[in-house]
């Protein structure tokens, strides 16, 4: 059974940070390109950004230089580094595993608010 389960979402404020941590079984991690998606309240889930099994991430524009993708294959889990929030960074957040076929957590809720 192939799980992805999302943490570290919370309530910060405007200018702070966030880790969020994906944390997978039932999938060869390694093999497995992951991202992060977001989804605001009556938007559309939109890409964060991308880390493949080798090669070079992808970032939304508008997340470049704030925030970063990251994995350790030997844990199975994928991270987002949030830094320099804005109010406009509130979603909930997604995991995301993708190779012959992709899967997603159930998601985790950012809150950038003063």
């Known amino acids: 059974q192939v799980q992805l389960v999302e943490s570290g979402g919370g309530l910060v404020q405007p200018g702070g940070s966030l880790r969020l941590s994906c944390a997978t079984s039932?999938?060869?991690?390694?093999?497995?390109?992951m991202g992060w998606y977001r989804q605001a309240p009556g938007k559309q889930r939109e890409l964060v950004a991308t880390?493949?099994?080798?090669?070079?991430?992808n970032y939304a524009d508008s997340v470049k230089g704030r925030f970063t993708i990251s994995r350790d294959n030997a844990k199975n889990t994928v991270y987002l580094q949030m830094n320099s929030l804005k109010p406009e960074d509130t979603a909930v957040y997604y995991c995301n595993a993708r190779h012959t076929r992709a899967y997603w957590g159930q998601g985790t809720q950012v809150t950038v608010s003063s």
């Open positions: 039932g999938i060869i991690f390694s093999i497995y390109a």
């Open positions: 880390i493949p099994s080798g090669g070079r991430t």
